[in-house]
């Protein structure tokens, strides 16, 4: 669970913007959306080795 805590004289602004970086690096909202509906074994496998192939390309291997 993401959270921060508010420093001495710190804005309400800012403090907002920390608490949403430290959701975003922490992959919270990409791992909701990714079980938001329910995924195969196979189509899991699937997407993996798509995701594996792409990198594979972009490393230039």
């Known amino acids: 669970m993401a ?3 508010l420093r001495e004289g710190e804005s309400p602004e800012n403090l ?6 430290s959701v975003a690096r922490s992959g919270l ?3 909701l959306k990714d079980r938001r509906f329910f995924k195969s074994k196979g189509e899991k496998e699937r ?3 798509k995701r594996s192939a792409r990198r594979r390309r972009r490393s230039g291997n």
């Open 16 to 21: 907002l913007h920390r608490f949403r970086a």
């Open 29 to 31: 909202m990409k791992e």
């Open 3 to 5: 959270h921060v805590l």
């Open 47 to 49: 997407l993996a080795a």
